[in-house]
Nanobody, 129 residues
Framework: QVQLVESGGGLVQAGGSLRLSCAAS????????MGWFRQAPGKEREFVAG?????????????YYADSVKGRFTISRDVPKNTVYLQMNSLKPEDTAVYYC?????????????????WGQGTQVTVSS
């Protein structure tokens, strides 16, 4: 199983930017689909962005996003560094949440939350108005 550690969260004003990092160890991220999720107080954990695993021909490196972040957030990965990133621009107060990195060994495109079997501890993002 892959171990994941997130970093880069913090307090930022609305309209600002943050870049979250997810450092993986134990296995290479090229064997996993990777995703970012978030959970605000009193709300369920929700999908934010995902990137498919390498090696699946038609979805190699394909990225996909929740509608609420499309055009503002970008997920990327650096395989040699075994790290996944989430660049967040034009942040809004409603983006405030704990952000989690997750990995799935499954091959489904846009896997549901329950198919992610490795999770980080989360990093807090707070956007002030």
């Amino acid at each position: 199983q892959v171990q994941l550690v997130e970093s880069g969260g913090g307090l930022v004003q609305a309209g600002g930017s943050l870049r979250l990092s997810c450092a993986a160890s134990g296995r290479t991220i090229s064997n996993y689909g990777m995703g970012w999720f978030r959970q605000a107080p009193g709300k369920e954990r929700e999908f934010v962005a995902g990137i498919s695993r390498t090696g699946i021909s038609w979805t190699v490196g394909t990225t996909y996003y929740a509608d609420s972040v499309k055009g503002r957030f970008t997920i990327s990965r650096d395989v040699p560094k075994n790290t996944v990133y989430l660049q967040m621009n034009s942040l809004k107060p409603e983006d405030t949440a704990v952000y989690y990195c997750a990995a799935t060994g499954g091959t489904r495109y846009k896997p549901p939350l329950h198919e992610y079997d490795s999770w980080g501890q989360g990093t807090q993002v707070t956007v002030s108005s």
